[in-house]
Nanobody, 123 residues
C-alpha cells in the first residue's frame, strides 16, 4: 500500500515536498520506487525513481530541479520539487515495483500505485 501526502498550491519558482509511505516492501529490497505525474496533456509521466541502493534516475524535464530520496527506516520516499513551473502541475503518484533491478521510469514496470496528491503551480 502506498499513501502520498504533501501536495498543494504554489507560485512559479516555489518549492514543495511530497511524501509517500510504502508498506509491504522488504526494506533491503530489491525494489524500485517512483514518482509519476498525471496531467491533462499526459496520462502518466515518469518523473523520478530510486532503488534500495539509492540509485536514482530523473526525467529530463525535472533533472536539476527535483530530488528523490527515501527514509528506509520509515519506509518513506520523498520528492523535493524546487523552481516549480506551471507545467509541473498535476497529480503526483507514488509507485513501487518489488524484486527488480531495472532502472526505468516506464509506467508498465510498476505494479503498486498510490492514489496521488495534487500539485498546482500558478504563474
Amino acid at each position: 500500500q502506498l499513501t502520498e501526502s504533501g501536495g498543494g498550491s504554489v507560485q512559479t519558482g516555489g518549492s514543495l515536498r511530497v511524501s509517500c509511505i510504502v508498506s509491504g516492501l522488504p526494506q533491503n529490497g530489491p525494489y524500485r520506487l517512483g514518482w509519476f505525474r498525471r496531467s491533462p496533456w499526459k496520462e502518466r509521466e515518469g518523473i523520478a525513481s530510486i532503488d534500495n541502493y539509492e540509485s536514482s534516475i530523473y526525467a529530463d524535464s525535472v533533472r536539476g530541479r527535483f530530488t528523490i530520496s527515501q527514509d528506509k527506516a520509515k519506509v518513506t520516499v520523498f520528492l523535493q520539487l524546487d523552481r516549480l513551473k506551471p507545467e509541473d502541475s498535476g497529480m503526483y503518484l507514488c509507485a513501487a515495483k518489488e524484486n527488480t533491478a531495472i532502472r526505468s521510469l516506464n509506467v508498465y514496470l510498476y505494479d503498486l500505485w498510490g492514489q496521488g496528491t495534487q500539485i498546482t503551480v500558478s504563474s
